[in-house]
């Protein structure tokens, strides 16, 4: 059975940061394209960041480039959103999602593709 869990969130101020991190299991973890979700009260879940299999390509959206890293540890069956310089238009339910298909044959930053999600970790921003 296919496990993601995500930790990390909580409650920062504007300008600061926090480290997400999404443990897999059930999975042969280097088979999968991971990815990063969130979704902001009364909107619609939008993609944040993805990794192929080993890290060498990533994908970011244009609201937190340059700001948000994704990093994939393959030994430790965890992929890792770093967030700096953290807004307050970042609090978010943060969503962790895998996919079993190749980098070269999705489209990242589409829902679709992910076949399993996490239950979400709260990341909230204060002014």
């Not at 979700?37 to 480039?65: C, H, L, M």
């Not at 700001?67 to 609090?91: C, G, H």
Request: include cysteine; aromatic fraction near 14%; charged fraction near 15%.
């Amino acid at each position: 059975q296919v496990q993601l869990v995500e930790s990390g969130g909580g409650l920062v101020q504007a300008g600061g940061s926090l480290r997400l991190s999404c443990a897999a299991s059930g999975v042969t973890f280097t088979s999968y394209t991971m990815g990063w979700f969130r979704q902001a009260p009364g909107k619609e879940r939008e993609f944040v960041a993805a990794i192929n299999w080993n890290g060498g390509s990533t994908y970011y959206a244009d609201s937190v480039k340059g700001r948000f890293t994704i990093s994939r540890d393959n030994a430790k069956n965890t992929v890792y959103l770093q967030m700096n310089s953290l807004k307050p238009e970042d609090t978010a339910v943060y969503y962790c999602a895998a996919t079993s298909r190749r980098w070269y044959l999705m489209r990242p930053k589409e829902l679709h593709y992910y076949d399993y999600w996490g239950q979400g970790t709260q990341v909230t921003v204060s002014s």
